[in-house]
């Protein structure tokens, strides 16, 4: 007889795939700048960016709850830095297009969402 996980592999939640997706987004837009651009604002643009999955991650590989939850509001603060802050600045500075950062800007909206809600889910399973 198979025995069933007993928990989802962090590659299978959707907030995890819209996280990694954002990562390679934002490579895209890291990637062409030039050296002094990477090292002003780029580099602190895609470290934020990818500290959201990261930070999915090793929560989810928490054993307390509540110890889960902290990464994840780093993970949203984390969203919020590389979208509200860096993105903008990118945009501003002419190192990314408009197309690009209406793109990236919707797509931290929906993650922002599933964060919320994955945290919501995180509390509703130490409560019950």
């Given amino acids: 007889m ?4 007993k928990y989802i592999p962090i590659q299978e939640l959707e907030v995890y795939k819209l ?7 934002g490579w895209h837009i890291y990637q062409p700048l030039d050296w002094q651009d990477k090292k002003t604002m780029g580099d602190q643009f895609i470290q934020s960016t990818d500290s959201v999955g990261a930070n999915i991650v090793e929560g989810y ?7 889960k939850i902290k990464f994840y509001y780093n993970a949203r ?14 945009y501003e500075r002419g190192k990314m297009d408009k197309t690009q950062l209406e793109k990236f ?5 929906k993650l922002e969402i599933k964060l919320s ?5 995180t ?3 130490k409560d019950g």
């Avoid at 590989?61 to 110890?67: A, G, N």
């Avoid at 603060?77 to 990118?90: D, G, I, M, T």
């Fill in 105 to 109: 800007v919707e797509n931290t909206k």
């Fill in 61 to 67: 590989k928490r054993f307390h709850f509540l110890d």
């Fill in 2 to 5: 198979e025995e069933k996980l």
């Fill in 123 to 125: 509390y509703r399973a």
């Fill in 77 to 90: 603060a984390s969203l919020a830095e590389c979208s509200e802050h860096w993105a903008v600045l990118l």
């Fill in 117 to 121: 809600n994955f945290i919501s889910s």
């Fill in 19 to 25: 996280a990694k997706e954002l990562s390679t987004q």
